[in-house]
């Protein structure tokens, strides 16, 4: 941009500026009283009135190369939703007038912290890292939808005041089943959109089980040639090839959400032993199943071309994987005795750190000597967990009655499974991972994942209907501090998130719970 231009820009932004200061309209919320998903941490509000005409251009402070893609994804959704186009002025000083995103390295300790001030002709999102500035945003991009949705021609403008929040977990996290039922990219990628509205910073594939094989590994292609082609209830199945996955992971880490990859094993493994006989202690291949038991199924753990899949499968599942964990199941082996499950575990652990990834699975992998840095996900509702548990170790919590998305709202739910009960969404919201387990240490739960099994989820829209709205309580669990959390009040917020999704056309279960705006 030349000088001469840009003393015309700034000079024409201060004429904007001075014009609607004069007589600002009035926004449709005040901060604080905004329906924000999470809770922010801190909302002080303001008696300034911010016109959205005020507004010319975006600005970027901070070295990072990941703000030009986000800087231009956020112009067009505020073309999108204010009609008004933006210019960004890399180089401009001057913040008269700007949306400056800002990336401070001494802002705070947390890199998801961030803060977000809307003063009367200007709005700041800094953060210490590009992650920080990017949760802000969506927590502008959300105040800004639910404007528009509450207001229609009327929404003009946004409250004054200034937001400062981090994160009360590292770990926010989803799990798609794909095994059971095969999801396409589009609609991975769709969920993944979805979930960064609300902050969730991990999604866990569930990429193989007794029902399928859903990712392509080139040295044992059988996998997918065979054990791909069906799902519960006899469908086409379906899988992703690797270019398909480092699409995926690639999508997902654009709008910072990590992608964990899981090959559970030594059980839920009967896709692969009907690729191949050779996995098999008998050397025959199996039947492919698509029914829904569980726990018929186990590698052959003598063998030790069992061991040469496993570090294949691992390998060429790492590579694609920049995340730092790998997770492998565990669960529900019941056909393989303890001692011989144990051996297969220490060896699987084993070539899990060879190829750089901390281990992670199921807490039934605690009969094994797991490393130190092992992550175990609890989901049973046992009640002596902690009992058993090595105080060391890290806990991801996904307890199957508050946070398994499959289990079913209530009787006449339509989808889903009722083995852990019902799941209506007062008790998916009012409860605290820190006081779920009996004598567990608090430091050592790291978060909280909400698992979708999909026996029963067939399409995107099953996959919509069970995930919201809890998913959006899940998602303020893991970032809301406790002592801010209350169920009235995200009742309430949560009435005015029907429209969002409606406007996002996503089909979601209208609770009778919440009195939808």
Request: aromatic residues 12%; hydrophobic residues 40%.
């Amino acid at each position: 941009m030349s000088n001469f231009i840009k003393k015309i820009f700034f000079v024409s932004s201060f004429i904007l500026v001075t014009m609607s200061a004069c007589n600002p309209p009035e926004p449709i919320y005040v901060l604080d009283e905004a329906p924000l998903i999470p809770l922010p941490s801190s909302v002080v509000t303001s008696d300034v009135v911010m016109p959205l005409d005020v507004i010319r251009s975006v600005r970027t402070i901070g070295a990072d190369e990941r703000l030009n893609p986000i800087t231009q994804n956020f112009i067009s959704f505020w073309k999108k939703h204010t009609q008004q186009e933006l210019l960004y002025a890399v180089d401009a000083t001057d913040s008269n007038g700007a949306i400056t995103f800002e990336i401070d390295k001494g802002f705070s300790s947390d890199q998801e912290a961030y803060k977000l001030v809307i003063a009367s002709n200007e709005i700041t999102v800094k953060g210490k890292s590009i992650e920080g500035v990017f949760r802000g945003l969506k927590t502008l991009e959300q105040l800004v939808v639910l404007s528009k949705l509450q207001g229609g021609s009327q929404f003009l403008s946004l409250p004054g005041g200034e937001i400062t929040d981090q994160p009360t977990y590292g770990y926010r996290g989803a799990m798609l089943d794909v095994a059971r039922h095969f999801f396409s990219v589009a609609d991975v990628k769709r969920y993944i959109d979805l979930l960064s509205i609300y902050k969730i910073n991990f999604l866990h594939f569930h990429l193989s089980d007794d029902q399928g094989w859903r990712i392509e590994i080139k040295s044992w292609p059988r996998l997918t040639e065979i054990g791909g082609q069906t799902q519960v209830g006899g469908g086409e199945g379906g899988f992703y090839t690797q270019e398909d996955f480092k699409e995926i992971v690639k999508y997902a880490a654009d709008r910072f959400i990590t992608i964990i990859p899981e090959i559970d094993l030594p059980g839920h493994t009967n896709a692969a032993l009907a690729s191949y006989a050779e996995l098999n202690c008998n050397d025959k291949a199996t039947e492919l199943y698509t029914g829904i038991e569980v726990g018929f199924s186990t590698l052959c753990v003598d063998k030790e071309v069992t061991y040469a899949f496993v570090d294949d499968v691992i390998r060429e599942i790492s590579e694609m994987s920049p995340g730092p964990y790998f997770h492998i199941g565990g669960d529900e082996s019941h056909v393989t005795p303890e001692k011989d499950f144990n051996r297969f575990m220490d060896r699987t652990l084993a070539i899990v750190k060879k190829y750089n990834k901390i281990p992670m699975g199921w807490y039934e992998l605690i009969t094994a000597k797991i490393p130190e840095e092992t992550l175990l996900q609890y989901w049973a509702k046992t009640e002596d967990f902690s009992k058993v548990i090595p105080k060391k170790s890290k806990i991801l919590m996904s307890a199957a009655s508050y946070n398994y998305l499959d289990m079913k709202y209530d009787s006449i739910t339509p989808l889903g499974l009722s083995w852990a009960g019902y799941l209506p969404l007062k008790k998916a919201y009012d409860w605290d991972p820190k006081n779920l387990v009996p004598n567990l240490v608090p430091d050592q739960i790291i978060g909280l994942e909400a698992p979708l099994w999909t026996e029963t989820i067939e399409d995107f829209d099953d996959i919509a209907v069970m995930a919201f709205p809890r998913i959006i309580g899940h998602a303020e669990i893991g970032w809301t501090n406790a002592s801010l959390r209350k169920w009235e009040d995200y009742a309430h917020r949560l009435s005015f998130h029907g429209r969002l999704l409606e406007a996002l056309e996503v089909k979601y279960h209208p609770a009778t719970e919440i009195d939808w705006k």
